[in-house]
């Protein structure tokens, strides 16, 4: 029997029963039971990173519980191939994207805060008729991109590279964003975060959009330079679902900057991922047990 080693009892028990796998639960903070005989891992869900991996000995593959895995590859043991959660947060992660677009283009934030007084603004921008640009192109990214377009806007995809798009007609890669920034209304930020999408969205890169334009980031708050969105915010209108620093300070002044609005990193934990993260764990289980190739290898030692 394939001893795997799962989150927690939830999962364990949406997962249900998988012929040839023997199931324990793993939270990550403990050895687990039969550490020594553990082959497979569903991390406990995190953005920080891993659960210490050294006590399991035998240990072949992780999968984690989140689409982005910044800094994670590095606390891998030799030899362990690494999958992300691909598809799992899509849909609650696009709900989020555009709710906040929504909220902070329609001024729902400003009028929570002002409960109690009736101030009625009817020059606001809606999404209907606006130009959105979706910055990292991916499975979110094309979620995001489905939602705005039924809301009415047109929707202009970038990835690392270009490419036809069934979607959108085609993809453009980053060499297009000068010309594309002064015309967009909304910039929705799904990066991956590396080394070389860090601070994406600085200084140069909001200076080129128009006065009134929103930035909404539910990829990785790093994808943001901080300082510049501070010197922007006013300008510049920003939702922002993670932030750097993360969880951010309670003194910090992007509480108080004009235009913005926070939500504390909620995009991927509604009640849509367990059911997917079941499904995805347990077909990667079966695939495991029966020696196929893994979904989502985002790492697999040379």
């Known amino acids: ?10 999962l364990l028990d949406a997962v249900g029963h998988v012929p040839g796998a023997d199931l324990v639960v793993w939270d990550g903070t403990t050895p687990p039971d039969r550490a020594d005989e553990v082959e497979l891992v569903v991390a406990p869900y995190s953005t920080a990173g891993l659960p210490d991996l050294a006590g399991l000995p035998r240990l072949k593959a992780v999968q984690i519980q989140s689409a982005g895995y910044d800094g994670m590859i590095a606390q891998l043991p030799p030899g362990v191939v690494l999958c992300n959660a691909t598809g799992v947060h899509d849909d609650a992660t696009a709900e989020l994207a555009l709710g906040l677009t929504i909220a902070s283009l329609r001024g729902i934030d400003i009028a929570v805060r002002n409960v109690g007084h009736w101030e009625r603004d009817l020059r606001r921008r809606s999404l209907a008729d606006s130009h959105v640009l979706v910055l990292g192109y991916g499975s979110i990214g094309r979620a995001v991109a489905t939602r705005m377009l039924a809301c009415r806007a047109t929707v202009t995809g970038v990835a690392s590279r270009a490419r036809p798009d069934d979607l959108l007609g085609e993809v453009h890669g980053p060499d297009v964003l000068p010309g594309l920034l002064p015309t967009v209304d909304v910039v929705v930020v799904v990066l991956p975060l590396t080394e070389a999408t860090r601070h994406s969205v600085d200084d140069p890169f909001l200076a ?15 994808l943001l330079d901080t300082d510049a969105v501070l010197a922007h915010a006013g300008r510049l209108a920003f939702a922002l679902d993670v932030t750097d620093p993360e969880p951010l300070p309670e003194e910090h002044p992007l509480w108080r900057a004009p235009g913005v609005l926070i939500t504390p990193h909620i995009a991927g934990g509604t ?18 047990v029966a020696g196929r190739d893994l979904r989502n290898v985002v790492h697999r030692p040379a």
């Open 271 to 288: 009640t849509a991922m367990l059911p997917r993260m079941a499904a995805l764990a347990r077909d990667q289980v079966e695939r495991f």
């Open 1 to 10: 029997m394939t001893v795997v080693a799962l989150a927690s009892a939830t």
């Open 208 to 222: 080129q959009l128009p006065d009134g334009a929103l930035v909404v980031n539910v990829g990785r708050g790093p």
